[in-house]
C-alpha cells in the first residue's frame, strides 16, 4: 500500500482514478463480474462443476485418442521454467526451450521420414489448411484433390484456410474395399492440380496401401499427407513414399485429451520448401564463445516481419506440447513405440472379430488401425449399458449412403474386458 | 549475481542408455509393401530423459524466476491453482466426442466462460474456438468476410484498413483471408489521425483492426468518433485484445463501439504460455453478428448444455474441436477466483507502467502523450546506444528484456508492459538496470550478456547455414 501512494505521488497522481484520467466518463464501464473466492472457495467450485463430468467404458477415437501417458511427460511440462516461459525472443536467456523445441523438430523428421518440421501448429485439421496455402504458394495452381470420405469439420477447416485463394475442391473417390481409388484419382490429376490431400490411415479407419502410391500418379502435383503418428511405429513412413507435405495431430503423443484441446499440429516437408513454409523454425548456430545455440530463424517469413506478406499470420504455438510429445516418444524408444502400434491394430482386429461373433459387420474388409467402421445403428443400447462409442459416419462425413455406419476406436488401454464387455452389452439384442 | 546454468548438454538421440519402457512386444501381421523398415528414435534410460529436461530448464527464463516486461505479451504470475485445476482428471479424460450427457461439467466450464467473456468485453456472443490471438483474428476477419458476403458487399469491401503501430498478426490475418492491407499513419500524439483515417475510408473499406489503447500504450479518446467514421460507412471496427490488461473492469469494447474482439487467454486471463504456446483465442461479437460465428458454441437449454450447431449462416469450423479446453478453464477459474478485484489488477498494471515510464524518462526519450496505460515504448536513440545492444545488457541482471523494435513507428524502440505482478522493488532494479545500459560503455553492451547460458548468438549463421535437425 505504502509503495504505491510512493509511486502513484513521483508521478504526480494522487489516487488511481487519475491514471484513468484519459478515459472519457461516458466510455466507463460498471460490471459485477463476482465477489472475489478464497483459493479454498474456488476449488470446492470447481469440483462441484467437474462432478457432472462421467467416464464410461469407452470406445471413442476419430483423431483423438485415450492413450497412456507416462508420468514423466506431465512432470517435465509442469515445471515452470518451461510452463511459464514466453516465447523465445531472447535467445541467450532461453536456450532450454528453444534446445527442446529443436529436438522436437528432429525426433518428428525422423518419425516422418521427412526433412524438416517446424516448431509446432495448432492441431491437425489447422495444419491441414496451412498445408494446402503453403502448396499454393509454392506452385500457384487451383486445384485441390480432396478425399470423398473427409471429416467435413477437416474439410470446413480447410475451406476457411483458403478462404481468400482463387482455389477450388475436387473429391476424389474410394474403392469396394475402402481403400483409395488410384483410377479415379489419376484421372482428376492434370497440370492445374495444386495438391493432393492423403489420409493413411484413411478417414474409414483403413491402413490404405494405396495412399502409399498416389507418388506413381502424382506427376508435379504436391501430396499432402495426413498421418497418425502413433501408427509411424509399424507403417511406412510419409517420407518414404515420397510426400511433399505430412501434417497430423500430435495429440496421442502424451497429450490430455481434454475435450478436445490444446492439441498439437504436426507440420513437416521437404527441405526445398523451407522459404514457403508456415509457422516458427529452431535452427542449430553457436554463440561467439562457439558454444552450441539455438535462435529461432528465418523469420523474415513471419508476421511480425513481413506483416501482410508474411507465410501465416501463426504467432503463439503449441511449444509445450511439442515438448511434450518430444519426452514421450523418447521415453517409449523404438520398440515401445512399435508395440503400441502393433497392439492397436491387434486390439482393432480381435474387436472386429468379436463384434462379428454376435453379427456386427464390419463395412470394409482391410487392416483397420484405431476406428473400425461396424455397420451398427443401436446407440440407445449403447447408453443403457454405459458404453461410449458408435459414432455415426454420416455424422463425421459427407457419406449418407450407409446409413447404418458406426465406429469402435481402440488404443491400447483398450482392455479385453472392455472389449467382452461390449459385446456382451450387444450379444443379447 | 545472477549467472544461468550452462550445460553441454547431449541430445536426446545421443544418449544410448538403452530404453526401459516396459510394454509386453506383440506381432502384428501386416503385408510387407506397408511395413516401416526401420526406424531411428532416441533409446534411453526414463531417468535420462528426466535429467536432460532438467539440465534444459535450467538453461531456460520463465516469469517464475523474474520479471518478464515483454510489451503486449502481458506475462503475469500464472497462479498455481490453476495448474492444479487444469490437471483434474475428471478434465483430463474426456473425449470431445463423447455424448453430451457424459461431459456437462466441461460444457459448462466453457458456457460459464463465455458469459463472463461477454461480460468483461460488453458484447453479446462469444465462441472459445481459435486456438490463439492470431488464430481468433484469422477467425474474426473469416466472420467480416461472411457478413459482407450475405450483404453481397463482398465485390468491393475488399481493404481492411490497420494503424502503422499494429501488431504484425493483423495485417498477416487480414491478407490471410484476402483482403488488401492499407495502412494509416499515426498522428502527432501516436494516435489515429482521424483525417488520415477518413481519408482512405471508402466503400472498399471492410473493417478497421485497432487495439486501444494501442501498441504504445496510449488511450485513444477519439474511439467513438473512430467507430461513427466507420460504421457511417457501412465498415465494422475490429478490437485486438492484446493489450486488454489496461482496460478490464475499467471500460469495454463494446462500449468503445466495437464490433468484433479477440482475447489472448494468456495474457490478460494469466494461463501460462509455455515456452510459445498453447494460447487461446475467443472471440466475441456484437448481436449481429452472432448468425456467422463458427459452430458449435455451448449453449445451454432447461439446465443441461450443449454443443450448439444451429448457428445459421456460420463460417464453419476453425478449430479439430471446441477451443483449446484446459486453457479455457484456467482462465475461467482465474476470473471466477478474482471477480471484481481484476478491476484492481488492471490498476496496479497502469500504475506500474506510470512508475516506470515516470522514472526513465530522464534517460530515455519516451515519445507521445505522457500518460501511458498498461505499457510503454521508449527509444533508445537518443543515448547513442542500440536497442538491441541493452536488451542483451539487461540479460546480465537475470531478468528480461523488453520487445524491442516494436512498433516500427518508433526507432530504436523498446516497448515495456511491467504488468500488474511486479513489485516496486524489481521495477526500481529494472530502472537502475535501464539506467546504467544508457551511460554503458559500447564495449560492454557489445559483449553482453556474459551471465546467460550462452553468449551473443550468430544469427545470420543459423538462417544461412540451416540446420534444423540434429
Same mark, same amino acid.
Given at each position: 500500500?505504502?509503495?504505491?501512494?510512493?509511486?502513484?505521488?513521483?508521478?504526480?497522481?494522487?489516487?488511481?482514478?487519475?491514471?484513468?484520467?484519459?478515459?472519457?466518463?461516458?466510455?466507463?464501464?460498471?460490471?459485477?463480474?463476482?465477489?472475489?473466492?478464497?483459493?479454498?472457495?474456488?476449488?470446492?467450485?470447481?469440483?462441484?462443476?467437474?462432478?457432472?463430468?462421467?467416464?464410461?467404458?469407452?470406445?471413442?477415437?476419430?483423431?483423438?485418442?485415450?492413450?497412456?501417458?507416462?508420468?514423466?511427460?506431465?512432470?517435465?511440462?509442469?515445471?515452470?521454467?518451461?510452463?511459464?516461459?514466453?516465447?523465445?525472443?531472447?535467445?541467450?536467456?532461453?536456450?532450454?526451450?528453444?534446445?527442446?523445441?529443436?529436438?522436437?523438430?528432429?525426433?518428428?523428421?525422423?518419425?516422418t521420414g521427412m526433412d524438416v518440421t517446424n516448431s509446432s501448429m495448432y492441431d491437425g485439421f489447422t495444419s491441414l489448411g496451412e498445408a494446402v496455402r503453403m502448396a499454393y504458394r509454392i506452385n500457384?495452381?487451383?486445384?485441390?484433390?480432396?478425399?470423398?470420405?473427409?471429416?467435413?469439420?477437416?474439410?470446413?477447416?480447410?475451406?476457411?484456410?483458403?478462404?481468400?485463394l482463387n482455389v477450388k475442391f475436387i473429391q476424389y473417390s474410394f474403392n469396394k474395399n475402402g481403400l483409395l481409388n488410384l483410377d479415379d484419382l489419376s484421372s482428376k490429376i492434370n497440370e492445374n492440380?495444386?495438391?493432393?490431400?492423403?489420409?493413411?490411415?484413411?478417414?474409414?479407419?483403413?491402413?490404405?496401401?494405396?495412399?502409399?502410391?498416389?507418388?506413381?500418379?502424382?506427376?508435379?502435383?504436391?501430396?499432402?499427407?495426413?498421418?497418425?503418428?502413433?501408427?509411424? *511405429?509399424?507403417?511406412?513412413?510419409?517420407?518414404?513414399?515420397?510426400?511433399?507435405?505430412?501434417?497430423?495431430?500430435?495429440?496421442?503423443? *502424451?497429450?490430455?485429451?481434454?475435450?478436445?484441446?490444446?492439441?498439437?499440429?504436426?507440420?513437416?516437408?521437404?527441405?526445398?520448401?523451407?522459404?514457403?513454409?508456415?509457422?516458427?523454425?529452431?535452427?542449430?548456430?553457436?554463440?561467439?564463445?562457439?558454444?552450441?545455440?539455438?535462435?529461432?530463424?528465418?523469420?523474415?517469413?513471419?508476421?511480425?516481419?513481413?506483416?501482410?506478406?508474411?507465410?501465416?499470420?501463426?504467432?503463439?504455438?503449441?511449444?509445450?506440447?511439442?515438448?511434450?510429445?518430444?519426452?514421450?516418444?523418447?521415453?517409449?524408444?523404438?520398440?515401445?513405440?512399435?508395440?503400441?502400434?502393433?497392439?492397436?491394430?491387434?486390439?482393432?482386429?480381435?474387436?472386429?472379430?468379436?463384434?462379428?461373433?454376435?453379427?456386427?459387420?464390419?463395412?470394409?474388409?482391410?487392416?483397420?488401425?484405431?476406428?473400425?467402421?461396424?455397420?451398427?445403428?443401436?446407440?440407445?443400447?449403447?447408453?443403457?449399458?454405459?458404453?461410449?462409442? *458408435?459414432?455415426?459416419?454420416?455424422?463425421?462425413?459427407?457419406?449418407?449412403?450407409?446409413?447404418?455406419?458406426?465406429?469402435?476406436?481402440?488404443?491400447?488401454?483398450?482392455?479385453?474386458?472392455?472389449?467382452?464387455?461390449?459385446?456382451?452389452?450387444?450379444?443379447?439384442? | 549475481?545472477? /549467472?544461468?546454468?550452462?550445460?553441454?548438454?547431449?541430445?536426446?538421440?545421443?544418449?544410448?542408455?538403452?530404453?526401459?519402457?516396459?510394454?509386453?512386444?506383440?506381432?502384428?501381421?501386416?503385408?510387407?509393401?506397408?511395413?516401416?523398415?526401420?526406424?531411428k528414435l532416441p533409446n534411453l534410460r526414463s531417468f535420462d530423459v528426466s535429467r536432460h529436461y532438467t539440465k534444459l530448464s535450467e538453461m531456460n527464463y520463465s516469469v517464475d524466476i523474474g520479471m518478464?516486461?515483454?510489451?503486449?505479451?502481458?506475462? %503475469?504470475?500464472?497462479?498455481?491453482?490453476?495448474?492444479?485445476?487444469?490437471?483434474?482428471?475428471?478434465?483430463?479424460?474426456?473425449?470431445?466426442?463423447?455424448?453430451?450427457?457424459?461431459?456437462?461439467?466441461?460444457?459448462?466450464?466453457?458456457?460459464?466462460?463465455?458469459?463472463?467473456? %461477454?461480460?468483461?468485453?460488453?458484447?453479446?456472443?462469444?465462441?472459445?474456438?481459435?486456438?490463439?490471438?492470431?488464430?481468433?483474428?484469422?477467425?474474426?476477419?473469416?466472420?467480416?468476410?461472411?457478413?459482407?458476403?450475405?450483404?453481397?458487399?463482398?465485390?468491393?469491401?475488399?481493404?481492411?484498413?490497420?494503424?502503422?503501430?499494429?501488431?504484425?498478426?493483423?495485417?498477416?490475418?487480414?491478407?490471410?483471408?484476402?483482403?488488401?492491407?492499407?495502412?494509416?499513419?499515426?498522428?502527432?500524439?501516436?494516435?489515429?489521425?482521424?483525417?488520415?483515417?477518413?481519408?482512405?475510408?471508402?466503400?472498399?473499406?471492410?473493417?478497421?483492426?485497432?487495439?486501444?489503447?494501442?501498441?504504445?500504450?496510449?488511450?485513444?479518446?477519439?474511439?467513438?468518433?473512430?467507430?461513427?467514421?466507420?460504421?457511417?460507412?457501412?465498415?465494422?471496427?475490429?478490437?485486438?485484445?492484446?493489450?486488454?490488461?489496461?482496460?478490464?473492469?475499467?471500460?469495454?469494447?463494446?462500449?468503445?463501439?466495437?464490433?468484433?474482439?479477440?482475447?489472448?487467454?494468456?495474457?490478460?486471463?494469466?494461463?501460462?504460455?509455455?515456452?510459445?504456446?498453447?494460447?487461446?483465442?475467443?472471440?466475441?461479437? /456484437?448481436?449481429?453478428?452472432?448468425?456467422?460465428?463458427?459452430?458449435?458454441?455451448?449453449? /445451454?437449454?432447461?439446465?443441461?448444455?450443449?454443443?450448439?450447431?444451429?448457428?445459421?449462416?456460420?463460417?464453419?469450423?476453425?478449430?479439430?474441436?471446441?477451443?483449446?479446453?484446459?486453457?479455457?478453464?484456467?482462465?475461467?477459474?482465474?476470473?471466477?477466483?478474482?471477480?471484481?478485484?481484476?478491476?484492481?489488477?488492471?490498476?496496479?498494471?497502469?500504475?506500474?507502467?506510470?512508475?516506470?515510464?515516470?522514472?526513465?524518462?530522464?534517460?530515455?526519450?519516451?515519445?507521445?502523450?505522457?500518460?501511458?496505460?498498461?505499457?510503454?515504448?521508449?527509444?533508445?536513440?537518443?543515448?547513442?546506444?542500440?536497442?538491441?545492444?541493452?536488451?542483451?545488457?539487461?540479460?546480465?541482471?537475470?531478468?528480461?528484456?523488453?520487445?524491442?523494435?516494436?512498433?516500427?513507428?518508433? %526507432?530504436?524502440?523498446?516497448?515495456?508492459?511491467?504488468?500488474?505482478?511486479?513489485?516496486?522493488?524489481?521495477?526500481?532494479?529494472?530502472?537502475?538496470?535501464?539506467?546504467?545500459?544508457?551511460?554503458?560503455?559500447?564495449?560492454?553492451?557489445?559483449?553482453?550478456?556474459?551471465?546467460?547460458?550462452?553468449?551473443?548468438?550468430?544469427?545470420? /549463421?543459423?538462417?544461412?547455414?540451416?540446420?534444423?535437425?540434429?
Amino acid at each position: 500500500m505504502i509503495d504505491e501512494k510512493l509511486m502513484l505521488k513521483s508521478i504526480g497522481m494522487g489516487t488511481y482514478d487519475d491514471l484513468f484520467s484519459d478515459i472519457p466518463e461516458k466510455l466507463r464501464a460498471n460490471m459485477d463480474i463476482g465477489k472475489p473466492l478464497s483459493e479454498q472457495e474456488l476449488i470446492e467450485k470447481i469440483k462441484r462443476i467437474s462432478k457432472k463430468n462421467v467416464n464410461k467404458v469407452r470406445f471413442l477415437g476419430n483423431g483423438i485418442y485415450d492413450r497412456y501417458i507416462p508420468h514423466l511427460v506431465d512432470e517435465i511440462i509442469s515445471r515452470s521454467e518451461f510452463l511459464t516461459s514466453y516465447t523465445p525472443y531472447q535467445p541467450e536467456i532461453s536456450q532450454g526451450i528453444l534446445n527442446a523445441l529443436f529436438e522436437y523438430q528432429s525426433i518428428i523428421s525422423d518419425l516422418t521420414g521427412m526433412d524438416v518440421t517446424n516448431s509446432s501448429m495448432y492441431d491437425g485439421f489447422t495444419s491441414l489448411g496451412e498445408a494446402v496455402r503453403m502448396a499454393y504458394r509454392i506452385n500457384g495452381k487451383n486445384e485441390i484433390l480432396i478425399p470423398g470420405n473427409i471429416y467435413k469439420s477437416k474439410y470446413e477447416i480447410i475451406k476457411n484456410y483458403v478462404n481468400g485463394l482463387n482455389v477450388k475442391f475436387i473429391q476424389y473417390s474410394f474403392n469396394k474395399n475402402g481403400l483409395l481409388n488410384l483410377d479415379d484419382l489419376s484421372s482428376k490429376i492434370n497440370e492445374n492440380t495444386s495438391s493432393i490431400i492423403i489420409e493413411n490411415p484413411n478417414s474409414f479407419g483403413l491402413i490404405d496401401e494405396n495412399a502409399m502410391r498416389v507418388k506413381e500418379i502424382k506427376k508435379s502435383a504436391i501430396t499432402i499427407t495426413y498421418y497418425d503418428p502413433i501408427s509411424l *511405429g509399424i507403417l511406412e513412413p510419409p517420407g518414404e513414399y515420397d510426400t511433399d507435405i505430412a501434417v497430423a495431430e500430435g495429440q496421442q503423443l *502424451g497429450i490430455h485429451m481434454n475435450v478436445g484441446g490444446p492439441l498439437l499440429g504436426l507440420f513437416s516437408f521437404k527441405k526445398d520448401y523451407v522459404h514457403k513454409s508456415p509457422g516458427r523454425l529452431i535452427g542449430l548456430s553457436n554463440d561467439k564463445n562457439n558454444n552450441k545455440a539455438f535462435v529461432m530463424t528465418l523469420q523474415a517469413r513471419e508476421q511480425h516481419i513481413r506483416r501482410a506478406k508474411a507465410m501465416s499470420n501463426i504467432c503463439s504455438n503449441q511449444a509445450l506440447l511439442a515438448v511434450a510429445a518430444t519426452a514421450y516418444l523418447s521415453i517409449l524408444g523404438e520398440s515401445g513405440l512399435r508395440n503400441i502400434a502393433s497392439i492397436t491394430v491387434n486390439k482393432s482386429k480381435k474387436l472386429r472379430e468379436n463384434m462379428k461373433s454376435i453379427g456386427i459387420n464390419t463395412v470394409f474388409d482391410g487392416i483397420n488401425f484405431s476406428d473400425n467402421l461396424f455397420h451398427f445403428d443401436k446407440i440407445d443400447i449403447l447408453k443403457s449399458k454405459e458404453i461410449s462409442g *458408435g459414432v455415426k459416419l454420416s455424422d463425421l462425413t459427407y457419406i449418407n449412403d450407409i446409413p447404418d455406419a458406426s465406429f469402435f476406436s481402440v488404443t491400447e488401454k483398450t482392455s479385453d474386458d472392455d472389449i467382452n464387455y461390449l459385446v456382451k452389452s450387444l450379444g443379447g439384442f | 549475481m545472477y /549467472k544461468q546454468a550452462h550445460y553441454d548438454e547431449d541430445f536426446l538421440i545421443d544418449y544410448n542408455t538403452g530404453s526401459d519402457y516396459i510394454l509386453d512386444g506383440e506381432k502384428c501381421d501386416l503385408p510387407e509393401n506397408i511395413k516401416r523398415k526401420s526406424l531411428k528414435l532416441p533409446n534411453l534410460r526414463s531417468f535420462d530423459v528426466s535429467r536432460h529436461y532438467t539440465k534444459l530448464s535450467e538453461m531456460n527464463y520463465s516469469v517464475d524466476i523474474g520479471m518478464y516486461p515483454l510489451g503486449s505479451c502481458t506475462m %503475469k504470475y500464472n497462479p498455481k491453482y490453476n495448474d492444479y485445476i487444469a490437471s483434474m482428471e475428471i478434465f483430463t479424460d474426456v473425449h470431445p466426442l463423447d455424448y453430451e450427457e457424459n461431459i456437462q461439467g466441461s460444457l459448462e466450464i466453457m458456457y460459464n466462460l463465455q458469459e463472463y467473456l %461477454k461480460l468483461i468485453s460488453g458484447m453479446d456472443f462469444v465462441t472459445l474456438q481459435p486456438s490463439a490471438g492470431a488464430h481468433g483474428e484469422f477467425t474474426g476477419i473469416l466472420i467480416v468476410r461472411k457478413y459482407f458476403e450475405m450483404r453481397n458487399e463482398l465485390n468491393h469491401r475488399n481493404e481492411i484498413i490497420i494503424p502503422d503501430s499494429a501488431h504484425g498478426t493483423n495485417p498477416a490475418s487480414a491478407a490471410m483471408v484476402g483482403f488488401n492491407v492499407i495502412e494509416v499513419p499515426s498522428d502527432e500524439n501516436g494516435l489515429i489521425n482521424l483525417d488520415a483515417l477518413e481519408s482512405v475510408v471508402s466503400d472498399h473499406t471492410a473493417a478497421f483492426m485497432i487495439t486501444n489503447p494501442n501498441t504504445l500504450g496510449i488511450f485513444d479518446d477519439n474511439i467513438l468518433k473512430i467507430a461513427e467514421i466507420m460504421h457511417k460507412n457501412g465498415a465494422l471496427l475490429y478490437y485486438d485484445g492484446a493489450n486488454f490488461n489496461a482496460i478490464l473492469g475499467i471500460t469495454t469494447p463494446g462500449i468503445m463501439g466495437f464490433d468484433i474482439v479477440h482475447f489472448n487467454l494468456h495474457k490478460t486471463f494469466a494461463t501460462p504460455h509455455g515456452g510459445g504456446g498453447p494460447g487461446s483465442g475467443p472471440i466475441a461479437v /456484437k448481436s449481429f453478428l452472432k448468425d456467422f460465428l463458427p459452430v458449435p458454441v455451448i449453449s /445451454k437449454k432447461e439446465e443441461k448444455y450443449f454443443l450448439d450447431y444451429s448457428i445459421k449462416n456460420t463460417i464453419g469450423k476453425v478449430s479439430s474441436y471446441y477451443g483449446s479446453f484446459a486453457i479455457l478453464l484456467r482462465a475461467y477459474s482465474y476470473i471466477l477466483k478474482n471477480g471484481n478485484d481484476l478491476r484492481k489488477n488492471t490498476e496496479k498494471a497502469v500504475l506500474n507502467s506510470n512508475y516506470m515510464a515516470g522514472q526513465l524518462r530522464n534517460y530515455y526519450n519516451i515519445p507521445y502523450k505522457k500518460l501511458k496505460k498498461h505499457e510503454f515504448v521508449l527509444s533508445t536513440e537518443n543515448t547513442g546506444k542500440r536497442a538491441l545492444d541493452i536488451s542483451k545488457y539487461i540479460l546480465d541482471f537475470g531478468i528480461h528484456s523488453p520487445t524491442t523494435y516494436f512498433p516500427l513507428i518508433v %526507432k530504436e524502440a523498446m516497448m515495456i508492459e511491467p504488468t500488474e505482478s511486479s513489485t516496486k522493488k524489481e521495477i526500481d532494479l529494472y530502472i537502475e538496470v535501464m539506467k546504467r545500459a544508457a551511460s554503458m560503455d559500447d564495449e560492454t553492451l557489445k559483449n553482453s550478456p556474459v551471465n546467460t547460458s550462452v553468449g551473443r548468438i550468430d544469427e545470420v /549463421k543459423a538462417a544461412r547455414n540451416l540446420i534444423l535437425h540434429w
